[in-house]
T-cell receptor, first 111, second 116 residues
Framework: GNSVTQMEGPVTLSEEAFLTINCTYT??????LFWYVQYPGEGLQLLLK?????DKGSNKGFEATYRKETTSFHLEKGSVQVSDSAVYFC??????????FGKGTMLLVSP | ETGVTQSPTHLIKTRGQQVTLRCSSQ?????VSWYQQALGQGPQFIFQ???????GRGNFPPRFSGLQFPNYSSELNVNALELDDSALYLC???????????????FGSGTQLSVL
């Protein structure tokens, strides 16, 4: 079956530091890959996505590249802000509206 | 603001009881999915409804059931509650027919269910 593994948190960084959150996946076919963000007390919001190998998703300074050879979709940001503090979920989809999520990685950014 | 609203926001029940959670989809969306998010875990797919019919189900027992209404609002019903059912329940609406390339799910803020 499908699965997503992401690095455990919390990840604690100072403002303007470089961020990497690792994500690897297992899938039977050719999934689309997503990063979702969950701010405290809120639902999930799509951060970025990639639908085929070597695609790069990007949004709000975050980037992730779909690497089929390593089955990975690592999230990166060059300079984090306090407002980026949230829980980040890597996910995959092989069908309409059905997502398989990782366990989430909490990011804490201090001033 | 995603346009997806869930009620109630918090709920406390005791073991063995039944619960109904509600979701109002974003306007124009005809597909709703429900997810269970246990503490410290990622959301897990429960089931999906499209045009009032169940259209896919995850690894959840039959005591988890749902309904979708003609106005595309939705309910999640859980019978015979167990302690492990304590979780955040999320609904997400979308428009079926779009390919995953263009697909976007809109999540509600969830209902936090505590089973004592």
């Amino acid at each position: 079956g499908n699965s997503v593994t992401q690095m455990e948190g919390p990840v604690t960084l100072s403002e303007e530091a470089f961020l990497t959150i690792n994500c690897t996946y297992t899938a039977t076919g050719y999934p689309s890959l997503f990063w979702y963000v969950q701010y405290p007390g809120e639902g999930l919001q799509l951060l970025l996505k990639a639908t085929k190998a070597d695609d790069k998703g990007s949004n709000k300074g975050f980037e992730a590249t779909y690497r089929k050879e390593t089955t990975s979709f690592h999230l990166e940001k060059g300079s984090v802000q306090v407002s980026d503090s949230a829980v980040y979920f890597c996910a995959l989809s092989e069908g309409y509206s059905t997502l398989t999520f990782g366990k989430g990685t909490m990011l804490l950014v201090s001033p | 603001e995603t346009g997806v609203t869930q009620s109630p926001t918090h709920l406390i029940k005791t073991r063995g009881q039944q619960v109904t959670l509600r979701c109002s989809s974003q306007s124009g969306h005809n597909t709703v999915s429900w997810y269970q998010q246990a503490l410290g875990q990622g959301p897990q797919f429960i089931f999906q409804y499209y045009r009032e019919e169940e259209n896919g189900r995850g690894n959840f027992p039959p005591r988890f059931s749902g309904l979708q209404f003609p106005n595309y609002s939705s309910e999640l019903n859980v019978n015979a509650l167990e302690l492990d059912d304590s979780a955040l329940y999320l609904c997400a609406s979308s428009t079926a027919g779009q390919s995953p390339t263009n697909e976007k799910l809109f999540f509600g803020s969830g209902t936090q269910l505590s089973v004592l």
